[in-house]
Each structure stands twice: as C-alpha cells, then as structure tokens.
C-alpha cells in the first residue's frame, strides 16, 4: 500500500511560495571537511548557472566554481543536480558540497541568494517534499525523529515510520472504515430501508476490528515519549550504597565524585546514557537519611522531587550491610532494587531478596540492567524490525478517532439514523486523515514544520 498522497488530496495543501527557488546550509554549523548547501524550486538550474557559468548534468557529482557578481572565485565545489519529480523536494534541486568553513560556507549561500534563490524557511524542504506527493506527514515528521534520534532503539524506531510502519496501519484502519460508511450511506440513499440485524453485526464487527487496532497503535504513546525524550531515571539510595558509583559505571566515565564520606553528593546531577538501546536521563540525587544540615536538606528534598517526576527509580543499596531501604516517593515510576558491592560477600539477610545484584567496581550486572530496563519499557522487543511508537499529535488524532468510533457502534446498536452514525464516522475519517495530512489543516502543517531545522 502506498503512502503517497493523491492528486486530489495534494489540492487541500496550500503551498507556502512554492514557486520561489529556495536555498539554506544543510549541515550544522561550526568548522569541518565539507558542508552542503541546498536550493530547490523552478530556478534552481538558472540559479546554478548563475552562479558558476554552467548547468551541470543530472545526478552526476561535478566540480565547479561559484563566482562572484565580478568573477572572482568564491569557492571550488562539487555540485549535483536533480531533475523534479526525481529529487527530495519532487522539485528541481541542486546540491553544492563546498569547503566546510563557516565563512566561506557563508559566502556561497550569499551568493546563491544574490543570483535568484531566497532563505529557506525552518522545514521547508521536507514540507515541499510533503506537498509535492513524496512522502506523507508521518514520513514527514519521522525525518526529524531520525536526526534527534539519542538511542538505537529511538533511531530504529524513526526509521520504521520514515519507512511507512504507522501509515500503513492508519491507512488499513482508513480502508476498513470506508467500507462501514460506504454500507451505511447506502441506506441513506434508501430511507425505507431499514439496517438489518446481521448487517449491523457485520458493520459493528468491523468496527470493533477497527478500534483494536487504534488502541494497539494508542498503546505505542508511552513508549514514543520515552523513545523520544528519554527515560528520566532517578538513582535513590541511602548515602555511600554506590549511587554516584553507578552513575559512574553507566557513563563509561567518572562524572560524579566518589567518596566515603556521607553527604558527598549535595545536589542532583544529571546525564544522558544509552543503556539497552534505550536513552536514559540519569539523575543521582543525594542521600536520603537524617541530617540537621540544611543544605543536606534541601538535597535530599530534590532527590524526593525527582523521584516523584521519574520514569523509572534506580534503588541502590549496600550488599555487605544489613538491609536498609530508601523511602521512596510516591508515584507511579518502575522500580528496580540493586544490590551494589557484590564482588565482597554479600550479608545474610539479603538471602532470597528479589534484587539485582551489581558491582560498580567491576562491572557486573552492567548487561543484566540494561535487558531489565529494556523489558520494564518496551512489550514489544520481540518485534522490534516493526516498532514504531506514535508522537503526541498521532495520540490525539487516534483518541478522537476512536471516541467517533465507539459513538457510530452505539449509534449501529441503537438502531439511529443512518445519517447520525455516518456523521460520527465521516468525523474518525477525518481524525485519521489528519494523521497522514490527508486533511485541509494548513495549521497542523505550520506546527510540525516549524520544528524543523534549516537545509531540512
């Protein structure tokens, strides 16, 4: 099934100058080897040969030198150009790898700019892209996913729905509910006919079908935050069981001060590590036990804050002591309790305490963590070729589509109107086809392009 927009859907876009030829650095600011500019629009060739006295072949990487207005060489780079529809944008583009200095990266787009082409805005490229029929919009938005992408799970993920992974199932979903509204608008163009019992059957069946799969997609939401943002994990301990210890082990680094005595660790510290495939936010917070320090007080009162807000508590305590348990605070975080110091001999009444024993001297249990954390965030893992977890603006989309749907099955049920039930699925079609971009939302448009970077 392809996810290509149609003829007659692209007519609801409205474009946003798409007859300017358009023109913005593609690569990140700062020093390197190369840096690529990219123009795309109808003058792109006219632009080309303005600005280096020639029309390079199609798809064919060629040197050439952009000129000044006076002829004077402002860098010597390769250029590759590509012939709409064949091309990114659908539209005729030109690529220039030039030497990848701030200023002189500079200097060629000022002079494509000089010779026809004006500023891209942010997303502009891949909104042209989307205008144009070469992609829908949750391709659309998977492009960034995949340049924000801080895991592999995170960047396997964007790839699936840059690739069609939620399309697809949005566009069987869509296929199924215009066959219940083709049937239902059939007895609107017969009104003595009333919908009969094994007919309603049918239709609710298939609605029923319909919804599953909604809520599957629906079940994803949670797990595209976490892809998406990170797992914000908080390390909860008394003082000196191993917490900076193991924020250390996890980073590959020594980031956070080790120290024998308590209360080393005042405030919270935070970093970013891939674990599993996953990313996660890490947060050692301060010792929780009693303190008249006021300072110790107000750390261990942060700790308390960030364990509220986490996604997941890190419980770490000292296998060679006496069992001695962190309060924990309220909330509906996953837990997993570490028993650190296993290289020593571990004390007695931990014997037959579910816990996950670790060493951040030596390492072990590092791999034990990472598959624990993988199974606690993601049902899926043994379908991961196939994941692809829906973003906030899907998640609202599914949920109206849904609550349209479970109003047309009652309405099914309740023997009402035809054309009361058709209204409520004409309502789920809509929902869903904002997904894609199959609507006329130039408002949608605007907000997930303005996130884009520039050259994308």
Not at 72 to 99: K, L
Not at 171 to 176: G, H, P, Q, R
């Amino acid at each position: 099934m392809s996810c290509k927009i149609p003829p007659s859907v692209r007519l609801w876009c409205i474009p946003m100058n798409s007859n300017d030829t358009i023109a913005a650095i593609a690569t990140p600011p700062g020093s390197g080897a190369i840096s690529v500019i990219r123009i795309s629009g109808p003058a792109a060739a006219e632009v080309l040969q303005r600005c280096t006295g020639r029309v390079t072949p199609p798809r064919l990487a060629t040197l050439a030198r952009v000129q000044d207005a006076h002829g004077r060489v402002v860098d010597e780079v390769v250029v590759t150009r590509f012939v709409a529809p064949a091309s990114y944008t659908g539209e005729d583009v030109v690529e220039f790898s030039c030497h990848g200095g701030m200023l002189v990266t500079r200097r060629v787009l000022e002079r494509l700019l000089q010779c026809g082409a004006r500023p891209a805005e942010p997303g502009e490229f891949t909104r042209r892209a989307f205008e144009n029929g070469k992609m829908d919009l949750t391709r659309a938005e998977a492009v960034m996913d995949v340049i924000n992408a801080g895991s592999d799970l995170a960047l396997r993920a964007a790839q699936n729905q840059l690739h069609g992974a939620i399309c697809h199932k949005v566009e069987a979903a869509v296929d199924k509910l215009i066959s219940v509204a083709a049937h239902v608008e059939a007895y609107i163009d017969f009104p003595e006919e009333d919908i009969a019992p094994d007919t309603t059957q049918q239709l609710t069946g298939a609605l029923d079908e319909v919804c599953a799969e909604l809520r599957a997609l629906l079940a994803t939401a949670d797990e595209g935050r976490l892809l998406r943002e990170g797992i914000r994990t908080a390390i909860i301990g008394a003082p000196n069981v191993g917490k900076s210890s193991l924020l250390n082990m996890l980073l590959g680094y020594e980031r956070a001060i080790v120290s024998d005595t308590a209360g080393t660790t005042r405030d919270t510290i935070e970093e970013s590590v891939s674990l599993g495939g996953l990313r996660l936010r890490l947060i050692d917070t301060a010792g929780l036990h009693e303190s008249e320090d006021a300072i110790e007080r107000a750390g261990m009162e942060r700790s308390r804050r960030a364990g509220a807000e986490a996604d997941l508590i890190l419980e770490v305590a000292d296998a060679t002591l006496p069992p001695a348990r962190a309060e924990l605070p309220p909330g509906s975080a996953r837990h997993i309790l570490l028993l650190n110091k296993c290289d020593l001999a571990e004390h007695p009444d931990w014997a037959g305490v579910e816990a996950l024993r670790i060493s951040c001297h030596t390492g072990r249990g590092h791999e034990q963590l990472a598959e624990r954390i993988t199974a606690l965030f993601l049902h899926n893992t043994g379908e991961l070729d196939t994941l692809a977890a829906i973003n906030t603006r899907h998640r609202y989309s599914l949920q109206q589509a849904l609550d349209y749907l479970l109003a047309a099955r009652e309405g099914l049920l309740a023997a009402l109107s035809p054309e009361l039930v058709d209204v409520d699925l004409r309502a789920a079609l809509d929902s869903l086809g904002s997904i894609s971009g199959r609507v006329d939302t130039e408002d949608i448009l605007t907000r997930v392009f303005a996130t884009f970077c520039l050259g994308k």
